[in-house]
Each structure stands twice: as structure tokens, then as C-alpha cells.
């Protein structure tokens, strides 16, 4: 490493002494807040609840509960008035801790931590029954079905009881995001982010920009030229002043947490020419040729105007500290294993990459030909690498089979071979399919076209794949066949001088970055969001989110789409210069703390809690709120009982269990 | 501390991750499936949080079956799963010396949509302490009850 | 065996007129809403497919084209706008030409001018022999007696002459249709059996077109139904009683009720159709192929200087209704020499024939399965 980095460092411990006063708070505003005085107000649900649960006895027990100072019930809580009745309550009685007994949290939830708020009570200070989902709809015998809701109301209490006001962890966040892969979605990402006023460090591990798209010809749905898609992106981003790019660059090693990571990054001697590389693949030399004459001035050795990327010959160590890091790393390629439809042995069968940059070549009015021969069949097989089914191919060297659909890959083969016929109206094309995928605006239209344009379409099983053997002795090099499933499952076959294998998107290595970091990767092994829909850009590990096909396999309009999404997400996160955080995290009671560090052996997350001097020179324990996951792990083995999780306290569930069986043994004795 | 009565129905404790088993909960309840109500959920972020005594504490006060319901694999807090089962493991050794049936603990996976795999766990560890407790029942009857 | 695709036949089906079917994506809609595809048929959906991967073989070894009466109740129904139904009818084209031996009609399909020319050609012709012979043998200023013109003997000969040739041109390609789709390439042959108990089918469909009455829409069977009935009548009476016909005031009433009936027919039915492809008024009228003109226009011209040489004669106008008379030969001779064993008449005996074949074939099936396991012998022998 070239310059140690103290600054992120610094601001690292300046987020750990504010967190340190976040800690603190609760403990004041415990001190502050009156003997808790419990509102319980039970749902009628319209119904729903109070048809198998007697409501009013519910209430009624409820009330004579320690700590209680009213319960209530109503028709819907959730309504105008519902609410309104807590409010008054708050403002009148003095309510402080609020229990509604209703549907189950994941409704209303946030809704009755709004009445708290709005009626100046801290938020945390609210607690759930959940006798409709847990009770009312799966319980019909009213006196076992009212008796298991006081028993939850009865716990819901205790637990309020001992509810404490928390505070969001809020920790500073440097303006600063790290876009990592410099592709279609890194590009649009960066662009965005400066656009909003953050500084962006763009890494992209080639010399060059662009991905895979840099690789393409036309873009469908609307055969844009894939170059002037790109340019204005590239334009648009080496403009920006707050983008910094770092081609030839790779992720070493990050540290930090949200709002205050750290990139270590390394950067290759930018001096090596394309040429000087004699041992690598042809393949790529000629599409890393075809990216530099695109991206002119990106490219190796050569001077771009007051160019932002670096322009010394030696490899070096750089670190950057940023607040939020968006992924873009994209996909690789399926590379199918020798033979798998005859790849790797004949000649002939190439990938759909391969195709796109040969038909680009072939000059329009001639023949085509492909190694010198005449190209008069070319054929099409989809779902190359991808629906794979268990039992019939081979995994690969990742040990699995890919199961999932790479979605791109049905339009841009339709896509290719209607090229090819309006290019060569006298080259037959054949395309063989399990399904015709085209799911998005524009793409069945290339489904149409192709058809028109006499595409032959032969369907086949994803259980029994076409066959592919060499054509000795006949008109065409290559013979394909397949059960067609449009012609009964008839064995038919075609002849072909090139075949084109439609090879799908498989989750590319993201390196250093995911292993610094413990990214988690869904079973197909691309990197996985927190939810698919409800936060579909953001990672688990707090403040990494997801561009591109990083993620799963999309076209570029969906890949810019979640691109924007992610800088939209990271510039929230950073915007006011401080992250919020959940503040459902461990804390330490230095009281009570005698500094054995059970609970940092025990910590599964790195740095999460550590051992700090004390000034009167003890050592306690200590969390860091912005790392700590809130699992719990560390409370269960403190051998004093002074680390607890905040809104989770085992005090809190010790006194639920006490609550529930009480009331379990008074009331069935009644 | 308060043992239940003889004619109770012996109740069982469910704890529930916020993240799978309490939201399978919903799910039941959302299908309106019937099942015994002598269950009690609570909702936890990570089971792990609870010491062995927190175990101990609840069969002793009364609790006749804990099922444990986490997200299995699928944990969203790194590390808490592995040390869960251990906790569990050795928690049922300890249940084993202090003579009680390990059976009565039970850790198990539910994901979001695991309605059927819910029922199923609620239904068996019904059906065991019910056998238990009628089993005491006739000792009791047999005379030497203490 | 794998079949092997041959990619040049939907071209080739589209020069004989094929709707839209590449477009097809075998949904099989057409199939399911044809009311007359049922049981082991399944067209029009898989000819289409045989079609678009050139299985020419399979598609010459079925009859299933001729069972479809073009109702167009597929092309309506077709999500992709492929025209099934046309396609089928495309494919009796091709089928014609595939039956006929001489390669005419292949010709004839593929290029309208061929056959306008040919039809001119033949026209011209047989007014120039006519007109010889008329002057030769009679004068233009008689229509019967001794001395006509065209003596009814004379003409009624020529007819039969035209007939037999005729004949023997549609037996031998009705033949190589039984042979396509019966025998080439089948290893369980009909018995005897099965041609015999359906034999009575064969006249049935040819005058009731029975099937076509399936269809949802009646209104094209009626009309095709008045026409057949009408031009087959004409035939008959052409065939057996064209000298009562000519023999004046006391033609036999029979003779002339047929006759006028069948001629008003004619003339209803090829105006309503002429109207009704102008207009693409019916969904089998939306796409014309030039045979589709050729056959209303000769059949209307025929139909209209027949009744006219008989009115004009009639009227005493001898000399105009000989005239005609000639004018009307120069539209039957092609018709009968050109259209029927070349063109789309000859579907007139293919249908009807299909249709029987198609019956025997079922039939044939239904015994074999009766007696499950036929001895390799009896099979072969079969
Ligand atoms: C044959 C084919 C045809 C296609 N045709 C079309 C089409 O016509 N229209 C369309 O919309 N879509 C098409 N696509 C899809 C399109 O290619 C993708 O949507 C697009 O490339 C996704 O962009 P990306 O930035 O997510 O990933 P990529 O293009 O893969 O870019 C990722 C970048 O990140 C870099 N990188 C990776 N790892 C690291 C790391 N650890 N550190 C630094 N840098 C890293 C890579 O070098 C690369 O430059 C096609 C795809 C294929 C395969
Ligand atoms: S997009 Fe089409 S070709 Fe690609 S994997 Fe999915 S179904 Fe197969
Ligand atoms: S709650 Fe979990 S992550 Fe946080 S300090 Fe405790 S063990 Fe570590
Ligand atoms: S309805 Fe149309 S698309 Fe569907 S099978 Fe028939 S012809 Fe093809
Ligand atoms: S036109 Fe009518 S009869 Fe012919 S295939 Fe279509 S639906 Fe069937």
C-alpha cells in the first residue's frame, strides 16, 4: 500500500463517539420518563376478531393489569377515529406506553408508531398483540380463543412495560460513493451520483469502459447502435469533474462500515499495449481491438485531453474513502464446456457474442462466409447455459447447474437472426427454442419480425437439448436435430454452415469486494438484495447497493434502470451527511460490564464489539452500532447480564413468558 | 412458579423470527388453518440472543414444549444460525440431565410461506406433551404423587 | 429417422397463394376452432407446420386439405393474422398440381398468364373451328333442321369426344390422389371391406357437400351447394339430352324446368361470389387468387351465353343466337378442356373423393384396431 489513509480512519472513530452518545440516550430519556402507564386498546377488527373473540372480556382483563392505566376497544383501530382515541389518551391520561391488540404487526405497525409520534411519544414505545392471525382467524372455540388473547395482551404489556425510547444510530457519512465496474450500469450510476453532487471514484478492472455492451453491435429494442448508447455515457461521465476514473484498477480490500468505508484499490501499469499481450485468447484481443477503437482515448497508451484517469506507467496502491459503495461488476459469459453442441470441436458452432461481431464484418451485397466457406444456413440454439435441468447437464465449474433464465438472451438472438436475413435475405435462419421469452416493451415485435422473415422456429425440451454432430457428406458442415415439439415431437433436423449458441449470463467473480465485505449471493450466485421488492438495490450489508447484472441477469435498459434506482438509494444515504440506522443493536451497561469479552468472542461480526479502556482504566466492552447486525449472540453469554439488545431485552421476554403463563393457568381455571 | 393445572391444556412456547417462521405465522393465519390454541409466539430478531437459562427457566415455570422457529440457512445475521443449533444442542443435553424429554425443545427452520412445515410442528409437539402430561396424569392417579 | 427440413416450400406454397403462414406459431387455435377438424385430423395447424418445414411427402400423403371447405372460421380466429384458411386452400392448389401428371396445372397456378393465355388460345381456336365447320355444314342463318349451323348431333358428339379425354385426364389424376394418400408409403393398407361399405358415401357428399353443412356459417354451403347442383344438373343435361334441347317447341318440360333452374343458379351464385370477392364480404372471400376469377368469369360467361343463344333463338333471331352459340363453345371447350381437369374444378371430383377416402381410411382403422393383432401376413397382404 502506497500512503497509509488516516483520515477515513479518524472519522471512523468520530462515527464510534457519536454512536457512543446514541448509546447513552436511552438511558437519559429512561431517567426522564415517568413510571410507565400502559393504553391498551383492543380491535374489534369488524369483526374479524371480536366473531370469535369476546372483545370486551379482553378489554376487561386487560385493564386490571398491572401498570394499565386504560384498555379500550374499538371497531377498527386502524381508522380516523381509532387512532384519535389513542392520541386523546396520550395527551389526557398520560398514556406512555402504547399495547394495541389487533392485526398482526406487519399491517398497522408503523401506522400506531405514528399516532405515538405525532402525539410527541417516542416511537419504540409501542407494542403489538397480534390476536387476529394468531388468534381470531385460527381458533374457533370463543373461551379458548379469548383466553389465548389476554395471554398475548397480557405479554404485550409486560413487554411495553418495560419499553425504553431509542433513537435511530446515526452515524456521519462521507459525500463520497465508490462505483465499482465501469459498464453500462457503473457508467450511469456515476453520472447520476455526480449529477446529484457526489464525488464518485469509478473502478473498472480493464482497460476500457463499457462491459459487455462495448462487445455489441445493435441494441435491441430499437437497434440502436450500441456505440453511440455508450459514447454519450462515457462522454457524460469523463466530463464530470466529481467522477474520477480508475481504469486497469481492482479492489484489494475494503474496510469500514456505512458512511465511512474504505476501497483499497490497485492499479495495473497502464503502459501495456493490446498488442504486447501475445499469449491471450484471440477472442479477446479482437473484441478488446474493437472496444479501444470505440473508446478511443479510454484505451490503453494513448493521451486523452485533460484526461481524469491516471497517465503514470506504474502499477500503484490508491485508497478511497466513501460513504456508500455501488456495485456494478456485471456478468460473465456461460462458457460452454468442449463439445457441449459441439463447441470447442467444430468449428462452426460459435456463440451469439461471437456472431454479432462476425456479422458486423461481413460485408452487405456478398455472400457471407465463415472461414472461407459460404454461409447459406445459420442456426440458433437458445437457452445455452441457462434452464438448466438437474440430471441432464453437467454443472460447472462452480458446481451447480444454472437453473435460473438469463433473460436477455431469447430477444437478442430474435434480434440477430432478423439481422442476418434483412442483411442476407438468402441465409436461412433456424431458431431453436424452449420458449420465446420476449417479455419486454419492444422485444416480441422482434418475435414478429423474425417470423415474418421466414425464421424457422423448432422447439424443444429443456430435458432432451438438440443433438449436434458434424455433417459428413452433406450440404451443410454442421446437422442439428431436435423432438420438435411443434411438429408432434418428430425428430427433425436441419443443416447448417454456422451455429450460434445463445449463451446465457452466469454471476461473474466479484473479487476482493465481496469477500471484504461478505456479500451475500443468492443460490445462482449473483449478488442478492435484502428484498426483491421491497428494497430491491440495497444489499444486507448496509450501504452497498446493487446496479446491473451484478444482481441477476437484465438488458441494459433494466440494468441503467436499477443503476439510477442505486445512486437514487446511496444519495438518499448520504444526502444529510449521516446515515440513520435501525437502532435494534446491542448495548453495553458499563455498570454492569466486568469486561470478561464473553460477548466479543462470541460476536460473529467483525468489529461489531470490541474491549475499550476505560478512563478509570478498566476495559468494558463497547458496540459499534453502525457494524453491530443486532443477532443477539453476545447476550446470550455475558455471564453479568450487561449487554442487551435495545427494544429486544431479555428482561423484556423473561417477563412475557411470566405474563403468558399466568394467564394460561388463571383463566382455563376459571 | 405458577405450574399449571392438571386440567390445563400444557402450553407451548413458539419463538418466532421476525424474518421467517413469524411471518409463516401470518400465513396461517391469513389461510384461517386451525390448530391447537394452547401456543404461544413470540416474535425475536435471532433466537441466539437467549442463554441456556433462558431455556431452563421456561420448562421450570410451566412451559411444556418450546419450539424454536428460525430462518435456518437463511438467517439474515451471519454466524447466528451455527451457534444457535449449538446452543440448542447442548440446551437439550442439559434438559436430558435434569430429567426432562429433549423432544420438548425443538429448533427448526420455517421459512416465509412454510404454512404446512408451521402446522406440522405445532401439531407434533401438541401431540407429545399431551402424551406426557396424560401419562403423568396416570401416575398421579397411580397414588405417590408428591 | 429425423425428417430434414427443407426450407423452400413456404415460398413455393406462397406462389399458389398461401396466406400469411409464416407467421404461424403453431398456437393450434385454428385446429381447435374448425368444425371440421375432429378426431385424428388436425388441421389446419398441422399442415401449416409441414408446410413451414417442408415435409412435402407428408403434406402430399394427406387428404386433410380437401376435408376443409374453406368456411375461414381459422383465418378469423388466428391470433397472428396467418390466414389458415387460406393456406389450406393454397394447398389444394398445390395438391392439384402435385396429382396432375402433365404439369398444367403447376403451370397454370404459378402464372396467371399461362392460363389466361392458354384459356385465349383455346377460345380462339374452337371459334375458328367452329365458325369452319358451321359454314361448312350449315348456314349461320339456321339454328336447327337439316341445314343448322351447329347440328345438336354434331355438337353432342364433340361433347362427349371433349368428355372422354376430360375423363380419363381427371381418372388418372384421381387415381394418383388415392395413391398418394391410400397406398404410397402406408404399411397397413384399406381391405376391400372398407372401400365397399362407404362406397355409397362417395355420390352422397358429392351432391349433399354434407361436411360443408357442419360448418358454422351456412350460408357458404347453401350458395355452393345451389352452384354444384346447378352445374352438375347443366351436366347432365348437356351430357344426355342435348338434342332435346335443341329439338324446339317440344323440348321435354323436365328438360326445361332443369334447364332454367339450373342456369339461374349458375347465374346467382357466380354473380354473388364475383360480388362477394369484390366486396371481401365473407371471410373466404378476402384473398383471391387469379384461378378464383378465371373459374366465376368462365363459369358466368358460359352460363350467361347458353341462356342467351337459346332466348335469341327463341325470339327467332337465328343468326345472333348461332353467333352466341359459337361465343359459348369458345367458353365451355377451355372450361372443360383447361379449368376442370387443370384448375380449381377439378375439386369438384377431388373433394368428394377425399372426403370417401377419407372415410375409408377411418374405417380401415377401426378394423384393425377390432382385430388387434393382425398376423405380419395378413398386414402385408392388407
Ligand atoms: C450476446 C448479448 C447480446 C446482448 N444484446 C443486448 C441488446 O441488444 N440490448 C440490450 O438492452 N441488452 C443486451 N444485452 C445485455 C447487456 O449486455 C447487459 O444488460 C449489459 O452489458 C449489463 O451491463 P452491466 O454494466 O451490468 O455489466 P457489464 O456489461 O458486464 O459490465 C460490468 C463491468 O464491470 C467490470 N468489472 C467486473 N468486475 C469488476 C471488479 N471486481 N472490479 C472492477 N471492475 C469490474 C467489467 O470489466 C465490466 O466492464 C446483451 C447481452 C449479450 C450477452
Ligand atoms: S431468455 Fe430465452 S434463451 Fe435466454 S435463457 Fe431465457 S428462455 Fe432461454
Ligand atoms: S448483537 Fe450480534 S453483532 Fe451485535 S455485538 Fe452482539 S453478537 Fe455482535
Ligand atoms: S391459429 Fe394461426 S397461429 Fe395458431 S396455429 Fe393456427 S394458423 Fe397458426
Ligand atoms: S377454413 Fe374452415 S374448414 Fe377450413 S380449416 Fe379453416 S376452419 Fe376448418
Redesign the pocket.
Given at each position: 500500500m502506497a500512503e497509509p489513509t488516516h483520515e477515513p480512519q479518524a472519522k471512523a472513530d468520530e462515527a464510534q463517539a457519536e454512536a457512543d452518545e446514541t448509546q447513552a440516550k436511552p438511558n437519559e430519556a429512561q431517567a426522564e420518563a415517568d413510571e410507565p402507564r400502559v393504553g391498551v386498546y383492543v380491535c374489534y377488527c369488524g369483526g374479524n376478531i371480536s366473531d370469535v373473540v369476546d372483545v370486551e372480556a379482553v378489554a376487561a382483563e386487560a385493564a386490571k393489569l398491572p401498570g394499565v392505566v386504560t384498555a379500550k376497544t374499538n371497531m377498527f383501530m386502524c381508522s380516523d377515529p381509532g387512532q384519535q382515541v389513542i392520541a386523546d389518551d396520550i395527551a389526557e391520561l398520560g398514556v406512555n406506553r402504547v399495547v394495541v391488540a389487533s392485526c398482526a404487526p406487519s399491517l398497522h405497525q408503523t401506522t400506531f408508531q405514528g399516532v405515538l409520534e405525532r402525539s410527541g411519544l417516542n416511537p419504540y414505545l409501542y407494542e403489538n398483540a397480534n390476536i387476529r392471525e394468531q388468534v381470531s382467524w385460527t381458533h374457533h372455540d370463543r373461551a379458548e380463543a379469548t383466553k389465548k388473547a389476554s395471554a398475548l395482551v397480557s405479554a404485550a404489556v409486560a413487554k411495553a412495560s418495560r419499553l425504553e425510547p431509542l433513537e435511530p444510530v446515526e452515524i456521519p457519512a462521507a459525500p463520497a460513493v465508490a462505483v465499482?465496474?465501469?459498464?453500462?450500469?457503473?457508467l450511469r450510476a456515476a453520472t447520476d451520483l455526480a449529477k446529484a453532487g457526489l464525488a464518485v471514484t469509478l473502478?473498472?478492472?480493464?482497460l476500457t469502459?463499457?462491459?459487455?455492451?462495448a462487445r455489441?453491435d445493435?441494441?435491441?429494442?430499437y437497434s440502436e447502435p450500441?456505440e453511440d448508447v455508450l459514447c454519450r455515457l462515457c462522454e457524460e461521465a469523463l466530463a464530470d469533474p466529481r467522477i474520477t476514473v480508475h481504469t486497469g484498477?481492482?479492489?484489494e480490500s475494503v474496510e469500514g462500515y456505512v458512511g465511512a468505508f474504505t476501497l483499497h484499490l490497485e492499479q495495473q501499469a497502464r503502459g501495456r499495449t493490446v498488442e504486447a499481450t501475445p499469449d491471450a485468447d484471440s477472442r479477446e484481443i479482437t473484441s478488446l481491438d474493437w472496444r479501444c477503437e470505440a473508446f478511443r482515448g479510454y484505451g490503453p497508451g494513448e493521451a486523452f485531453a485533460d484526461e481524469p484517469v491516471a497517465a503514470d506507467d506504474a502499477a500503484r496502491a490508491l485508497s478511497v474513502p466513501v460513504g456508500a459503495i455501488v456495485a456494478?461488476?456485471?456478468?460473465d459469459?456461460y462458457v460452454p464446456p468442449e463439445g457441449e453442441y459441439g463447441y470447442g470441436r467444430l468449428p462452426q458452432v460459435i456463440?451469439?457474442?461471437d456472431f454479432?461481431e462476425w456479422l458486423s464484418k461481413q460485408p452487405e451485397g456478398s455472400v457471407p462466409t465463415f472461414n472461407g466457406q459460404p454461409v447459406r444456413a445459420v442456426g440458433f440454439i437458445h437457452c445455452v447455459g441457462s434452464r438448466q435441468v438437474e440430471g441432464v447437464h453437467e454443472p460447472g465449474p462452480n458446481g451447480r447447474i444454472n437453473e435460473h433464465c438469463s433473460r436477455?438472451?431469447c430477444?437478442?438472438t430474435l434480434?440477430c437472426a432478423c439481422d442476418l436475413r434483412d442483411k442476407f435475405p438468402d441465409v436461412v435462419a433456424y431458431e431453436f427454442y424452449q420458449d420465446i421469452r420476449a417479455y419486454g416493451r419492444g422485444h416480441e415485435e422482434h418475435y414478429d419480425r423474425a417470423s415474418l422473415a421466414n425464421v424457422i422456429f423448432l422447439q424443444y425440451d429443456g430435458a432432451q437439448p438438440p443433438k449436434v454432430v458434424a455433417g459428413e457428406g452433406d450440404d451443410h458442415p454442421v446437422l442439428v436435430s431436435c423432438l420438435d415439439g411443434l411438429t408432434w415431437g418428430e425428430e427433425v433436423e436441419v443443416g447448417v454452415d454456422l451455429l450460434v449458441l445463445?449463451?446465457g449470463?452466469v454471476a461473474?467473480d466479484?473479487?476482493n469486494?465481496a469477500t471484504s465485505l461478505k456479500l451475500p449471493v443468492s443460490a445462482d450466485g449473483f449478488l442478492q438484495e435484502v428484498h426483491p421488492k421491497l428494497r430491491p438495490v440495497e444489499q444486507a450489508v448496509n450501504g452497498v447497493l446493487l446496479?446491473?447484472?451484478?444482481q441477476a441477469p437484465?438488458?441494459?435498459?433494466?440494468?441503467c434502470a436499477s443503476?439510477s434506482a442505486a445512486a437514487a438509494k446511496a444519495y438518499g444515504l448520504l444526502a444529510s451527511g449521516e446515515v440513520k440506522l435501525d437502532p435494534y443493536v446491542a448495548h453495553v451497561d458499563p455498570e454492569l460490564c466486568e469486561g470478561h469479552a464473553a460477548c466479543v468472542e462470541e460476536c460473529p461480526v467483525d468489529r461489531a464489539i470490541a474491549m475499550e479502556d476505560y478512563p478509570d482504566g478498566s476495559r468494558k466492552a463497547m458496540v459499534n452500532p453502525a457494524i453491530c447486525t443486532g443477532c443477539g449472540a453476545c447476550v446470550a453469554v455475558c455471564p453479568t447480564q450487561a449487554i442487551d439488545l435495545s427494544g429486544w431485552t431479555l428482561e423484556a421476554y423473561e417477563a412475557m413468558v411470566d405474563a403468558l403463563l399466568l394467564s394460561h393457568s388463571e383463566v382455563s381455571a376459571l | 412458579m405458577h405450574p399449571a393445572p392438571e386440567q390445563t391444556e400444557p402450553p407451548i412456547l413458539v419463538l418466532a423470527t421476525s424474518s421467517c417462521a413469524y411471518i409463516a405465522a401470518d400465513a396461517v393465519g391469513q389461510a384461517h388453518l386451525e390448530h391447537p390454541a394452547n401456543t404461544y409466539v413470540m416474535r425475536v430478531p435471532a433466537p441466539v440472543v437467549f442463554p441456556d437459562s433462558f431455556y431452563y427457566d421456561c420448562f421450570e415455570k410451566g412451559f411444556a414444549g418450546i419450539i424454536v422457529m428460525s430462518c435456518g440457512h437463511e438467517c439474515p445475521y451471519p454466524g447466528a444460525f451455527e451457534r444457535l443449533t449449538k446452543r440448542i444442542d447442548r440446551v437439550k443435553m442439559g434438559l436430558k440431565e435434569r430429567g426432562l424429554d429433549p423432544a420438548r425443545l425443538r429448533l427448526t427452520a420455517v421459512c416465509t410461506v412454510c404454512t404446512k412445515a408451521y402446522l406440522k410442528e405445532i401439531n407434533a409437539m401438541d401431540a407429545l406433551v399431551r402424551a406426557a402430561a396424560s401419562a403423568a396424569a396416570v401416575t398421579a392417579d397411580g397414588g405417590d404423587a408428591t | 429417422m429425423a425428417v430434414r427440413v427443407d426450407p423452400t416450400l413456404v415460398a413455393e406454397l406462397e406462389e399458389f397463394g398461401a396466406g400469411d403462414m409464416k407467421a404461424c406459431f403453431n398456437c393450434g387455435n385454428c385446429t381447435a376452432v374448425c368444425p371440421l377438424s375432429e378426431g385424428d385430423t388436425a388441421f389446419p395447424r398441422r399442415m401449416i407446420r409441414y408446410a413451414q418445414i417442408g415435409q412435402r411427402d407428408q403434406l402430399a400423403s394427406h387428404l386433410e386439405p380437401w376435408l376443409c371447405y374453406y368456411c375461414g372460421d381459422c383465418s378469423t380466429t388466428c391470433p397472428r393474422e396467418a390466414e389458415p384458411g387460406e393456406t389450406m386452400m393454397s394447398m389444394r392448389r398445390w395438391l392439384t398440381a402435385k396429382y396432375d401428371f402433365t404439369g398444367i396445372s403447376r403451370l397454370f397456378y404459378r402464372s396467371w398468364k399461362w392460363e389466361v393465355y392458354s384459356i385465349i388460345l383455346v377460345a380462339i381456336l374452337t371459334g375458328i373451328a367452329f365458325l369452319a365447320v358451321g359454314f361448312s355444314v350449315g348456314s349461320i342463318d339456321q339454328y336447327g333442321g337439316p341445314d343448322a349451323f351447329l347440328p345438336s348431333s354434331g355438337v353432342h358428339i364433340f361433347d362427349w369426344v371433349l368428355a372422354s379425354v376430360l375423363l380419363a385426364l381427371l381418372l388418372t389424376n384421381c387415381a394418383r390422389m388415392w395413391y398418394f394418400t391410400t397406398l404410397k408409403g402406408r404399411s397397413a393398407r384399406p381391405g376391400l371391406g372398407s372401400y365397399l361399405r362407404n362406397v355409397h358415401l362417395l355420390p352422397l357428399h358429392f351432391f349433399t357437400q354434407m361436411r360443408f353443412a357442419k360448418c358454422s356459417a351456412r350460408r357458404p354451403w347453401v350458395i355452393h351447394l345451389i352452384l354444384m347442383l346447378s352445374y352438375t344438373t347443366m351436366l347432365v343435361l348437356i351430357m344426355g339430352f342435348l338434342p332435346q334441347m335443341w329439338a324446339g317447341p317440344e323440348i321435354d318440360w323436365r328438360v326445361h324446368v332443369f334447364g332454367y333452374l339450373a342456369t339461374i343458379g349458375l347465374l346467382f351464385t357466380t354473380v354473388f361470389a364475383v360480388r362477394g370477392r369484390t366486396k371481401k364480404l365473407e371471410p373466404h372471400y378476402q384473398f383471391s387468387h387469379e384461378s378464383d376469377w378465371m373459374f366465376l368469369i368462365l363459369l358466368f360467361v358460359v352460363a350467361f351465353t347458353g341462356i342467351l343463344q337459346h332466348i335469341l333463338h327463341r325470339s327467332g333471331l337465328d343468326v345472333a343466337a348461332n353467333i352466341t352459340y359459337v361465343v359459348h363453345m369458345m367458353g365451355v371447350v377451355p372450361m372443360l378442356a383447361l379449368e376442370v381437369p387443370f384448375s380449381k374444378w377439378a375439386h369438384l371430383f377431388y373433394r368428394p373423393l377425399a372426403v370417401y377416402l377419407a372415410d375409408v381410411q377411418t374405417d380401415a382403422a377401426e378394423v384393425r384396431q377390432r382385430a388387434p393383432s393382425p398376423t405380419p401376413g395378413e398386414a402385408a397382404a392388407g
Open positions: 465499482v465496474g465501469g459498464g453500462v450500469a457503473g473502478i473498472e478492472k480493464e469502459l463499457g462491459g459487455t455492451v455489441l445493435n441494441l435491441f429494442p450500441a484498477t481492482v479492489v456494478a461488476t456485471g456478468f459469459l456463440t451469439l457474442l454479432i436477455v438472451c430477444t437478442a434480434h445463445a449463451v449470463m461473474a466479484v473479487g469486494l446496479a446491473g447484472t451484478c437484465k438488458d441494459v435498459t433494466e440494468s443503476a | - | -
